[in-house]
């Protein structure tokens, strides 16, 4: 008689040989280098007027743009010349961003048709949006992204799963390289986490008139040399 396994009895996965990646890193970099050439392209003629934006806001008025070093200075005047400020610009957005907050923005998930799928799968979600909103501080997160749309005229929301000891960790068995007996790991919890980038935290190409066209996006971070040395 033929040796089949029992009800509820677990199949043992056959052992997976190690593959080469089809990148190595030189590609990669290669490959990033290419797309943020693409993507800096011209991009100085927005970032010049997100600053002076910035820069009006806070009551800094009295600059100039400096061309070859794309970036704005201080006017040069004599020290008893007055310079007066206009504070209607903050003002203005401070206004803006209350009347934003007391916008309640709410969802109402829909099936797409009438499979019974779609529908539980609306159904739920639209039970959990309050509380993904109190999770993801979605009210902290659009306070902040409301500043960026008003002063630059951009913002984006980036969700994504956040892998952070903040977060708990979870211990695990892996097998140990050299011995090959099971050993305790520990790896990070993950979170859902929503955050507000402005327009200097993202970066592609300028060349598409859709935002669906576009091939890819690049997230800029500003970190320590430490942080890249320890991760």
Not at 32 to 43: G, P, Q, T
Not at 44 to 70: A, L, P, S
Not at 161 to 166: A, P, W
Not at 188 to 209: D, I, R
Request: with cysteine; net charge neutral.
């Amino acid at each position: 008689m033929a040796n089949t396994p029992m009800f509820l009895e677990r199949p043992v996965a056959p052992p997976v040989e190690p593959t080469q990646p089809l990148y190595n890193d030189a590609d990669l970099l290669k490959v990033f280098k290419a797309c943020k050439k693409e993507s800096f392209d011209h991009r100085w003629v927005w970032e010049r007027e997100w600053m002076r934006n910035i820069h009006h806001v806070n009551n800094r008025q009295w600059v100039e743009y400096i061309r070859h070093t794309n970036e704005w200075r201080d006017v040069k005047l004599a020290k008893w010349f007055p310079k007066p400020t206009n504070t209607k610009i903050a003002e203005g957005v401070q206004a803006l961003r209350a009347m934003f907050a007391s916008v309640n923005i709410g969802v109402n998930v829909r099936p797409v048709g009438s499979n019974p799928e779609n529908v539980a799968v609306a159904a739920v979600a639209d039970e959990m949006a309050p509380l993904l909103h109190e999770t993801h501080v979605m009210d902290e997160v659009l306070n902040e992204a409301d500043y960026w749309f008003i002063v630059t005229g951009n913002v984006f929301l980036h969700t994504y799963l956040e892998r952070d000891v903040k977060h708990g960790v979870t211990t695990i068995q892996v097998p140990d390289p050299v011995t090959g007996e099971m050993v305790d790991k520990q790896i990070p919890n993950g979170k859902g986490v929503t955050c507000a980038l402005s327009p200097f935290e993202v970066v592609f190409p300028n060349t598409y008139a859709r935002f669906a066209d576009v091939p890819y996006v690049i997230r800029l971070r500003w970190r320590s040399k430490s942080y890249f040395e320890a991760n």
